[in-house]
């Protein structure tokens, strides 16, 4: 992220690549993922303002051992200087699979948790709060109401549907920007992924940059928000591959 200015960025919201295999990602040791999401994080707090919010939505991995992925994030942040201001646990029961393995059927032999939510992890950068005067939230009161409970429900998005293995609804970025933007602020994603976050900040008027390694990907997400444009009327941000 050279390129961009530091105190640039008011808002980043992301879901980093898991490192489980999926075709994007490389085969890290646990150590050196985090090592490699640290230096994302650094960034990020470089190029956030102060006062910024950062958003990170993971799931914990793995049945043995166990791997707390969010409690990671959380350790490497705070080394950061990140100030955490809570999370938010996203369910999605209505729309996970009943076929997840059990471990052991009905028996206290092996039974395993079936994980049917995940976390969006909220921090600031320097201080808890951003200086408003002058500058306009679009978030209703109903929203305000259910964006600022703990748990959020809302279906996954189907992977085969965007195109991409593990695509985050628009509902999740749009939550994050209502609750934590002001109008034409700029919203960051450095696993931009399908494009999600990128459509969520054209839907609320707000500017977007987003980075992607893999080039189909980058078109994919240009593509669906080329797409969205087209349909909506709106127009902001653009996508860094």
Wanted: hydrophobic content about 35%; charged content about 25%; overall charge neutral.
């Amino acid at each position: 992220m050279d390129e961009l200015p530091d105190n640039s960025v008011h808002l980043v919201v992301t879901s980093p690549p898991y490192n489980v295999g999926k075709e994007y990602d490389r085969n890290l040791t646990l150590s050196e993922y985090r090592s490699f999401l640290k230096k994302v994080w650094a960034e990020v707090e470089r190029v956030l303002v102060p006062g910024g919010r950062c958003c990170i939505n993971v799931a914990n991995l793995g049945r043995r051992p166990y791997i707390p992925l969010h409690a990671f994030v959380v350790e490497d942040m705070a080394e950061l200087g990140f100030l955490m201001r809570g999370e938010a646990i996203w369910a999605k029961e209505s729309s996970s699979s009943s076929s997840t393995a059990w471990g052991s059927w009905m028996s206290a032999t092996n039974p395993t948790l079936r994980d049917t939510h995940e976390y969006i992890m909220i921090f600031s950068k320097a201080a808890f709060s951003r200086e408003g005067k002058g500058r306009k939230s679009t978030i209703g009161r109903d929203e305000f109401l259910e964006f600022t409970k703990s748990v959020w429900r809302f279906d996954a998005e189907p992977a085969r549907k965007v195109g991409h293995p593990a695509p985050f609804p628009v509902e999740l970025p749009y939550r994050c920007i209502q609750l934590y933007t002001f109008l034409g602020d700029v919203v960051l994603d450095p696993f931009i992924g399908s494009g999600q976050t990128a459509i969520a900040a054209v839907k609320t008027g707000r500017r977007y940059i987003g980075y992607e390694l893999d080039r189909e990907y980058a078109k994919l997400s240009e593509r669906r928000v080329r797409e969205f444009i087209n349909d909506s009327g709106e127009q902001s941000g653009r996508t860094v591959q």
